[in-house]
């Protein structure tokens, strides 16, 4: 998917708003534990519940392979259902992968040609070679770790040079040197709303990935006054909050009740920053 | 596997040497591509045929999602296959993972409880909480991305503090408070022996995984030299120079052989060195 694409798709549906499917199966609702891939059952459900507030799907790999070969072909059947009933719908393998050359090769074409996906997330520590092999699939994106979410983000990235250059910054700044914002995004945690405007103001065409709303306790409207530019240029993750709203048969619905109160919040900050 | 048992193999078969499963279809002898599953088929030619050489092997896990869920099932018989038949040879996932925690923890349990791995490679990157759940698995190891073989390793892994202390010297120096010689070790490329060496005096008992001998050009003695400790202290990897050392029929025979010539190398760098 190209970048007017989405943008379009985010004008339209008044939602910036990416769900993860980080379906976990002590997690699914037990009504569901008899069907034969309850994991797809779930996401399917969740999927049809809430797809008209979202711009995005990302489901995170580790949910799928803690449950082996099956999980990944619960992980294909989903990149499947959205390809085919929501092609209009960004879809985010979140995997954090990056290697050598030849296998970064061999991550790219898993996930751009095998399942499909439109963007991969990929860890920085390895360089460039590691990155520029995901960069040779047209029409595809890396959505490359910048400042992450978590606690542990202040380990490293943080860490800073002679003159105060931190790491995040130096990752953000070689990237894009490797790639345009046709190609390229980067995950800024909702948890650092301040760094967040710096980063928006050092590459201000390119899209982040913002996830750590909801559970991780980020703030919609912080991140929004931060980080949107005049096309939007965020896509704000959300997943537990909105796929465990509810574990029981009402669980889709609720599901599609959080997506939509989060979309009406992001109506309201695309109408104040003048993009819709 | 615990250490001391790592150490006996490694005494026993006077070799330290480690071969990567990186496994391509298109690269698999033609009179396999017939069987139900020449992935598997190959690799259990390979392990049969250099199991006496190795102590080690390190299946990368791109070179299995490349051919999606039918890819990971063939992982999974790998794994399988050496638990049952070679339950003395430690096995590395490579896949460079790492999360926030509880993405982690899935991880975590995709390769040491459904695989049943005895180690994984992990990406620093996101910090402690990122590592520290696949730490909190008794008798399994984290191999931590320190100083990786390729060329993108000095893009952010040389990035230096105001004290001229490395990125990668710091995400050793702070690892080594998470978890001690019997739970963590550090990948360090063999296509950087001065650093190994200081690495090795900064870190006397950990062990280190070398990629990068043979295909990627690194030198055994060299590695040797810099990196073994009384213990050995060493994993060095070999992939395609070992695996790939034939496509004809003959490729298990060739494999063997390659193998062998290793180990009889390490055998002296062992002897030279007391160990043995």
Redesign the interface.
Known sequence: MNRNTLVEQIKAKKSFLCVGL?T?KTRIPKHLLNDPDPVFSFNKAIIDATADFVVAYKP?T??Y?????????S??KTIDYLNKNYPDIFIIA?A??????N??T??A???FE??NVDAVTV?????????QPFLAFSGKWVVL?AL??????????Y????GGET?YK??IQ?AVSWAGPDQLMFVVGATHPEELAAIRALIPDYFLLVPGVGA?GGDLTAVSKAGLNSQCGLIVNSSRAIIYASDGVDFAEKAALESQKIQQQMLLELTTAGII
């Not at 390895?126 to 990155?131: A, E, F, K, T």
């Open positions: 980080d976990e995170n580790a949910f392979e803690v449950n082996g070969s099956e999980g990944w072909l992980l294909e979140d954090k992968r990056g290697d050598i050359g296998t970064s061999n991550y074409r898993a996930f095998t399942l860890a920085p520590y390895m360089g460039h070679d590691s990155v770790l992450t979410s978590n606690s542990g983000s202040s380990d490293f990235q860490f800073a040079d002679k790491l130096t990752v070689r991780q």
